[in-house]
């Protein structure tokens, strides 16, 4: 029994969950098709909170908006598009800075798209 239990005990750090600082880490994985969901009643829907700054220089996202869903296909390039059902990725847009979990900023050059960790 107590061998059982001093296993459990061993095995018990690694089942743990993530820490919020690491999952909240890959938003630079955010690309493709993203629905910008403003209504707060489905905010707990959304994969990400976000912020849309109007300062490049404090975002944490340079965000390139691509009019056609095929280029949107690296990091920080996005394709908005209207209907939430063929999103990739799904993001709240708060007013409150800091209720993101991080800050976008939209660029008309695409070679400005870039992602800050």
């Known amino acids: 029994m107590q061998i059982l239990l001093l ?3 061993a095995l018990l ?15 630079c994985q955010v690309y493709g098709s993203v629905y910008l969901e403003r209504n707060p009643v489905y ?3 959304a994969s990400h909170v976000v ?18 869903k095929l280029f949107a296909d ?3 390039i996005w394709y908005v598009t209207p209907n ?3 999103a990739d990725h799904v993001l709240y847009v708060t007013e ?3 209720q993101a979990d991080f800050t976008v900023h939209f660029t008309d050059a695409r070679s400005f ?3 800050r960790e």
Do not use: I
């Open 84 to 86: 939430k059902a063929f």
């Open 74 to 76: 690296a990091p920080a």
């Open 51 to 68: 912020f849309l700054g109007e300062e490049e220089a404090f975002a944490d996202m340079v965000v390139f908006r691509e009019s056609n």
């Open 96 to 98: 409150q800075r800091y």
């Open 43 to 45: 905010k707990n829907t």
């Open 113 to 115: 798209a870039t992602c």
């Open 13 to 27: 750090p690694h089942l743990s969950p993530a820490p919020a600082s690491e999952m909240g880490r890959n938003h």
């Open 7 to 9: 296993l459990w005990m």
